[in-house]
């Protein structure tokens, strides 16, 4: 079942058009991240679903209630849609502790002092602050006061949780540590999630669903395998993956019965089943699918090692095939390969296709051979 139903919203500012059309569905439970670069509506999404912002025309409906629409003239105020923010700025009040930053939400809805105490605790106990109770925003860390933005939530047990871009006043590190607690937080608050990001890492490391987005409209809304494995075009293969994804420009062809793609003169094998069998389009392969060997197999392409980049449990190469960059990722420590005469390899079934002038990914033939990954 859908918690959050969002119908044709647009959103305009002025003359300018954020939103131009989004229909979204977010199943009950699940924690959906908005994926996508700045400037691209996340946060304009995001508010008109806490009723932050008024949509210029649309419906927005939370636990099957409506709290807008434009039809009707229904507008239903943020407090009384039963939902939990966290914002990039955690929005503390300095002048109260932290006790008093959770619970002030808790005592305005007239929950009894016993309920206020016990929520305090557990919810203290939850983000490990507990004994910081009586501390001023002023006098915790970044990441504390994260936490305390983190245990009012815990603590108003809203069914419906709304993030934007959280975690990005944080450093890399303390950053990686609330990547955890927040997806451990989804699992044990079982509350219906909205993540916003423009971190592909964080999209991939917390979702159910990713959802991308472009200039105010969904590219790919998929599981973080479907986005990753079979971007449905360009731009969200590109904006998924690190290293980059590659990209080549060729030639689809039938020699002697095979399908290959022609690229710099040079032939290399495709998978059987793709719905394009002719024509000029860009070939993507994944830096982790490319390996480097020794000897030429049937579909090596010749390469040249620029540099090499230890990052510890893997080695980023950067290769020169015919001119064009290449990026490699392997799965190991490697601090030098030989610059000339190598060979690069890539399994046939990796490799993906997209059409030139739309970018759209073009899919192999027949149903179904893709969604048994999905599954
Ligand atoms: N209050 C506003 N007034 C005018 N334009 C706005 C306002 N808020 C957002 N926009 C514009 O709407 C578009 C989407 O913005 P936003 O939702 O903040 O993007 P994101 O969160 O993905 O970075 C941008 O072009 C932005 O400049
Ligand atoms: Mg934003």
Same mark, same amino acid.
């Given at each position: 079942m859908s918690e959050i139903v969002l119908r044709n919203i647009t959103k305009s500012y002025g003359s300018h058009t954020a939103i131009p059309g989004l229909d979204l569905d977010i199943p009950k439970g699940s924690f959906v991240t908005l994926l996508g670069p700045s400037g691209c509506g996340k946060t304009t999404t995001l508010r008109v679903i806490a009723g932050l912002e008024q949509a210029t025309t649309g419906e927005v409906s939370l636990g099957g209630k409506t709290v807008y629409s434009s039809r009707t003239g229904t507008f239903v105020p943020p407090e009384r849609r039963g939902l939990g923010f966290i914002f990039q700025s955690y929005a503390l009040w300095p002048n109260m502790k932290v006790d008093r930053n959770i619970t002030l939400a808790l005592s305005e809805a007239k929950q009894s002092p016993p309920v206020i105490k016990e929520r305090l605790a557990e919810a203290l106990a939850k983000v490990q602050l507990t004994g910081l109770a009586d501390r001023y925003p002023s006098e915790l860390s970044g990441g504390q006061q994260q936490r305390v933005a983190v245990a009012r939530l815990i603590a108003a047990r809203n069914s419906i949780l709304l993030m934007d871009e959280p975690l990005s006043n944080l450093d890399a590190k303390l950053r990686t540590e609330m990547r955890t607690e927040l997806k451990r937080l989804h699992r044990e608050l079982e509350a219906t999630t909205v993540y916003v990001t423009h971190d592909q890492v964080e999209a991939l490391t917390m979702s159910d669903i990713i959802v991308v987005m472009k200039d105010g409209i969904i590219q790919q809304q998929g599981s973080p395998y479907e986005i990753y494995h079979d971007p449905a075009n360009l731009f969200v293969a590109e904006f998924i993956g690190d290293p980059k994804i590659n990209l080549l420009d060729g030639v689809l062809a039938t020699v002697a019965g095979e399908h290959v793609i022609r690229f710099e003169g040079m032939e290399i094998p495709v998978a059987a089943g793709l719905e394009r069998a002719e024509g000029p389009v860009t070939l993507a392969i994944r830096p982790e699918n490319i390996s480097i060997v020794e000897r030429p197999g049937p579909a090596s392409l010749p390469a040249e090692v620029d540099i090499v980049q230890p990052t510890g449990s893997q080695t980023i190469i950067s290769l020169s095939v015919k001119g064009h960059r290449i990026t490699a990722l392997i799965p190991r420590f490697e601090t030098s390969l030989p610059k000339k005469s190598i060979w690069i390899d890539f399994p046939a079934d990796r490799l993906s296709f997209f059409d030139? #002038?739309? #970018?759209?990914r073009i899919p192999l033939k027949g149903p179904a051979l893709e969604a048994s990954h999905a599954a």
């Open positions: 030139k #002038g739309t #970018g759209q």
